[in-house]
């Protein structure tokens, strides 16, 4: 399993490369990025912070989980942080499992806790100002059902 909390940009199509290649023993592969969202095309940019090490340590126990609960063969989760402009990648998950319906149980799993649960905070800029992105009802429900 690989974990990566970088300012880095990231090329997603390299990494699930990467990943597909040393997933030995495995079915199925599913990865998924998330970019930045720019609703209306006002935003200016958005910053992301953590607390390193804290923040590492929550999204391993988290990774360590999807690995038993669905007998994972490998799981990958990238999150970057710092400064990012609107369309950027902002995450990627990868899981690979000897059957699909188990890479994308484990790959939801993994999304819903990102969204809802690891230690980032983001702000978006915009020609309004700054305004702090508070976490919405929906990737609550989301992930109650795990």
Not at 105 to 121: H, I, Q
Request: aromatic share 8%.
């Amino acid at each position: 399993m690989r974990l990566s909390v970088q300012a880095n940009a990231f090329d997603p199509g390299a990494e699930a490369t990467a990943f597909t290649k040393t997933a030995t023993g495995a079915g199925a592969v599913v990865t998924f990025t998330g970019l930045v969202r720019d609703n209306g095309g006002t935003l200016s940019a958005m910053e992301i912070e953590h607390y390193p090490g804290m923040t590492e340590r929550a999204i391993a126990a988290i990774m360590d989980q999807a690995a038993l609960r669905w007998s994972l063969v490998d799981a990958l989760v990238i999150h970057r942080f710092g400064r990012l402009a609107g369309g950027e990648p902002i995450m990627m998950v990868a899981t690979a499992a000897p059957h699909r319906a188990i890479a994308f149980a484990a790959a939801e799993f993994l999304m819903d806790y990102l969204k809802s649960r690891a230690p980032f905070w983001k702000k978006e800029l915009g020609p309004d100002g700054v305004e702090w992105v508070a976490a919405k009802d929906g990737d609550e429900d989301a992930l109650s059902r795990w």
